[in-house]
């Protein structure tokens, strides 16, 4: 088992550039780097695990990679951190939008029993970025470069700008990307309220409405999710969410500007709460864009503009994401459910070789990213009274609620 040598750092990141960017500036002060990210086709990715493999035996200084990554390396018993002096968890945001949660806590069970100097830098301090730090760090201290302050309270204030018979595959693009833990998104009519969440439902998300239209059972059926925490987006008006408070609510999303100045306020407000920050995001088509300066120009609030994702963004991060669900699967295995799998050896070969088997292959890891990612905690159908005669159903069981970190 080979042990990290002379100053013993550990980087974790979420993707393979900020890691070369790291090993290079590291190599540069002479010392011997590891890197541990999966990209590439296989053929590189054999020399490339040699390449990692070569400099971990021989004592690197730092090691550098994904926590996947280098929880492999720890069960394979190819690197051990007993003398580790410095962890340093990079873009943790970034990290845990991408499902990176599960590893990081495996891999703090391979740390020190004492105390190592910890580092988390991150773009944004949402709620499971802060409590993730407190896991990991002792007493940590919230430093801002953005404002000379220690404790971060801010709400990022960022706008799209959409055509707007594309607002609707913009929104699925932006919460792909954002990968929100749970959001509201606001709408000025009831009517456009119904239509988004009916998008977001046909593509796969945990949403639901809340409008002057549903009825009051429908309407205690939204609030109890909200109320419980198992609703990730909620749709709303103004009006209808009007008194509503959602703990530790990440993102707000706003459809389109508020027809009053001052809504947006309200709207904004709603997330960023405790110590932590939030992100505001807002959809502007057309002349929509000159509501939003308004607004911006009114309150003094700086509103900075983002280039749209584009499809190729979106697969990208997609595929980085379902790598390190897949991964973090395949290592939960036990040796009798691996020996199982092998049967199937032939056919994943034969799927992978013939072009018109790709629809296949494409659909079952579609169903496992939504599974894994966006499927409801709980039926979004309202369950249907029951006499206290007739039986209950039992042809599926029921769902877990989910652990939303």
Known sequence: MQKLAGKNILVTGA???????????FAAEGANVAINFRSGPESAQLTEEQARAAALKNGAHIVVG????????????????????????????RMLSMGFYPDMIKVKRYLPNRRVHTCMFSATFPVQVMNTAQQFMHTPEHLSLSADHVHVTETDHLYYFVPGMDKDRALVRIIETENPTSAIIFCNTKVKVHYVT??????????????????????????????????RFLVA????????????LSHVFQYEPPDELEAYIHRAGRTGRAGATGVAITLVSGAEKFALDRISKRFAIPIEERP?????DVEAIVAQRLTALLESR????????????????????????????????????????????????????????????????????????????
Do not use: K, W
């Open 15 to 25: 993707g393979s550039g900020i890691g070369q960017a790291i090993a290079v500036r």
């Open 66 to 93: 994904t926590p996947g990554r280098v929880l492999d390396h720890l069960l394979r018993r190819t690197l051990s951190l007993e003398h580790l002096e410095m962890l340093i968890f990079d873009e943790a945001d």
């Open 237 to 248: 008006t103004d009006v209808a969410a009007r008194g509503l408070d959602i703990p530790e």
């Open 330 to 405: 395949l290592r939960e295995r036990d040796r009798l459910q691996t020996e199982r799998s092998q049967r199937f050896i032939p056919l994943a070969r034969e799927l992978a070789d013939a072009v018109g088997e790709l629809p296949l292959i494409t659909m079952l890891l579609d169903d496992y990213y939504q599974q894994s990612l966006h499927a409801p905690a709980i039926p979004l159908e309202a369950p249907r009274e029951r006499s206290s005669q007739a039986p209950a159903r039992a042809d599926r069981p029921p769902r877990p609620r989910r652990n939303r970190r």
């Open 308 to 312: 749209m994702p584009s499809d190729e």
């Open 198 to 231: 009916v998008v977001l439902q046909r593509f796969g998300y945990d949403a639901d409405e809340l409008s002057a239209d549903l009825s009051q059972a429908d309407r205690e059926r939204v609030l109890n999710r909200v109320r419980a925490g198992t609703l």
